[in-house]
């Protein structure tokens, strides 16, 4: 069964950094795109970053300059550098990623950046 595993999430403060993980298991093959997503309370979810497997790189203009996704496709595992946040960054982050069609989510991490 393919899964989805995110961590990394936890409180930080304004201008401090964060690294999100997502580890892809039950699988030997790899997920094109894998990304990143998130939702805000009251919000609607939102693409942050997408990463294909050749390393194509795209990003939300709200955190463009700030945000580098990366991808490690041997441990099929994808990342997430997240510095200089803020508080508007406050929210669910999400991993996805599409295998042979099928896309698939992670649980969540939960990401809160306090002032």
């Known amino acids: 069964q393919v899964q989805l595993v995110e961590s990394g999430g936890g409180l930080v403060q304004a201008g401090e950094s964060l690294r999100l993980s997502c580890a892809a298991t039950?699988?030997?093959?790899?997920?094109?795109?894998m990304g990143w997503s998130r939702q805000a309370p009251g919000k609607q979810r939102e693409l942050v970053a997408t990463i294909t497997n050749s390393g194509r790189t795209n990003y939300a203009d709200s955190v463009k300059g700030r945000f580098t996704i990366s991808r490690d496709n041997a441990k099929n595992t994808v990342y997430l550098q997240m510095n200089s946040l803020k508080l508007e960054d406050t929210a669910v982050y999400y991993c996805n990623g599409v295998l042979d069609s099928l896309e698939y989510w992670g649980q969540g991490t939960q990401v809160t950046v306090s002032s």
């Open positions: 039950g699988s030997m093959f790899s997920f094109n795109p």
